[in-house]
């Protein structure tokens, strides 16, 4: 079957770093993404990897290992403003040239002065 | 503006009355899918569709019907909604394989 972990909540300090786990069981995984969605917002994407290692954007990196079924998403210098739910979201084959984008329940991060 | 917009953003009804979700984007995407967001479910995908008339189920189909005639539109219909549909809606949009989607603003949607 299927299986998709996360923790459900993280709490930080303001200009700390935090990692947010993700680990995966899932047939036809082609890569892992990375939403952030603030309380009554939509999701917005932060980041993609079809690749094992390392993608960098600004403050935020994610990571891939295919071999381990497992990803994290790396938050710097912490800001009141990251206060929001994060979810991975790994991408499957479900068919022939059809795919799926399902999400995890979701990280609950709360940033503290 | 590049963008996925949905109505009614938010809609009180009651069971068996039909109603539709609409969903539209403006960035000639092929690939559209609903979520719905339920507290301590995350998200789950109720259906999608690859690009114009192939649709298929997701994790939470029941329920649920979907149709894409033209390619910017993917609404979703309730023929008979129950309460265990309320829920916050979400449509999403993407160009292709790469883990990137466009969210919409979400419907929040209660059947009494």
């Known amino acids: 079957g299927q299986s998709l972990e996360q923790p459900s909540e993280v709490t930080a300090v303001e200009g700390a770093i935090v990692q947010i786990n993700c680990t995966y069981q899932t047939s036809g995984f082609y890569g892992l993404s990375w939403y952030q969605q603030h309380d009554g917002g939509a999701p917005t994407f932060l980041s993609y990897?079809?690749?094992?290692g390392l993608e960098e954007t600004g403050r935020f990196s994610s990571f891939l290992s295919r071999s381990d079924s497992y990803g994290y998403l790396l938050l710097q210098e912490l800001q009141m403003k990251d206060s929001a739910s994060y979810f991975c979201a790994p991408g499957l084959h479900s068919g022939a040239g059809s795919y799926q984008l399902t999400f995890g329940k979701g990280t609950k991060l709360s940033v503290i002065p | 503006e590049a963008q996925v917009t949905q109505n009614p953003r938010y809609l009180i009804t009651v069971t068996g009355k039909k109603l539709t979700v609409t969903c539209s984007q403006n960035m000639n995407h092929e690939y559209m899918s609903w979520y719905r967001q339920d507290p301590g479910l995350g998200l789950r995908q109720i259906y999608y569709s690859m690009n114009v008339e192939v649709t298929d189920k997701g994790d939470v189909p029941e329920g649920y019907k979907v149709s894409r005639k033209e390619k910017r539109n993917f609404p979703l219909i309730l023929e008979s909604p129950s309460p265990n549909q309320t829920s916050l809606y979400f449509c999403?949009?993407?160009?292709?394989?790469?883990?990137?989607?466009?969210f919409g603003e979400g419907s929040r949607l209660t059947v009494l």
């Open positions: 999403a949009s993407s160009f292709g394989f790469n883990g990137e989607l466009f």
């Open positions: 990897n079809a690749l094992d």
